[in-house]
């Protein structure tokens, strides 16, 4: 109630810029273009050559690398250190690839092809698939609400959807990555406030969380699958290793620090 009182219909120069700055890089690697260029060249091909499990598992693979660049462009992400940086990439990797695949699916219809959704439930199972329907039909209908929140996805500190043999490993300056997740999701209901007002606002949050029970279902599922696994495995290596890189010029401005 207190935001509302101070902002419930503005935002300020700098949070739409933010809001811009995620929109674009989302826009420049989400891989929809790519998806529409599968689906084309796939239905050129005869009927039994279509969707084969091994041409859907490259194009899988490819998708799901796009979202190393939601990591990688951050600026606020490339600002923590090292280590927390690896242990939320490890932790959340497979959230923000699944949502950002639950955007393409929606702008494709792709899972509506019934040969395609044949070899993807080889790849993740048809219990995940089913889950991931569900969570489908609950994203928000906001592409930029989405995209804030898979931004925002990128600091969330819920732990890992499976137990591993692997020793348990803490955040060294979790102080920092709260202090990022409010910046974010204020940001969100500031927009869904300017959007639609405090009481659709608090559904769509409703419904958020909704949408990531479903894929946490979903994820559950998943990890069971290797070639699912070999995928973020690969996706985890990679963005790991571009951070290590010299930084290139970052779409998103480093927004903590104007605060």
């Not at 698939?129 to 995209?147: Q, T």
Request: hydrophobic content about 40%.
């Amino acid at each position: 109630m207190n935001l509302l009182r101070n902002d419930s219909s503005t935002l300020t120069i700098d949070e739409w810029n933010l809001l811009s700055n995620i929109s674009h890089c989302y826009d420049g690697h989400s891989g929809i273009s790519a998806s529409e260029h599968f689906l084309q060249k796939q239905n050129e091909l005869p009927l039994k050559m279509r969707f084969k499990t091994a041409s859907v598992a490259e194009f899988l693979t490819s998708i799901v690398s796009e979202g190393q660049v939601l990591y990688e462009r951050n600026a606020d992400f490339t600002s923590i250190c090292p280590h927390d940086r690896s242990l939320l990439l490890r932790n959340t990797v497979k959230y923000v690839a699944a949502i950002g695949s639950c955007l393409i699916a929606r702008y494709t219809r792709i899972l509506d092809n019934p040969a395609f959704y044949e070899s993807a439930e080889t790849i993740y199972g048809s219990s995940t698939l089913a889950n991931s329907n569900r969570a489908l039909d609950l994203l928000d209908c906001d592409d930029l609400y989405v995209k804030l929140i898979l931004a925002l996805l990128t600091f969330s500190t819920f732990d890992q959807t499976y137990y591993t043999n692997n020793a348990s490993d803490n955040l060294r300056d979790v102080k920092a990555i709260l202090r990022i997740q409010y910046i974010y999701i204020d940001l969100a209901w500031r927009y869904l406030i300017y959007k639609c007002g405090h009481e659709r606002a608090v559904i769509r949050f409703s419904n958020l969380i909704r949408c990531l029970f479903s894929l946490n279902n979903s994820l559950i599922e998943a990890v069971q699958h290797k070639q699912y696994m070999d995928m973020i495995d690969s996706l985890i290596k990679q963005t790991e290793e571009k951070l290590t890189q010299p930084p290139e010029l970052s779409f998103f401005f480093l927004y903590i620090k104007k605060k």
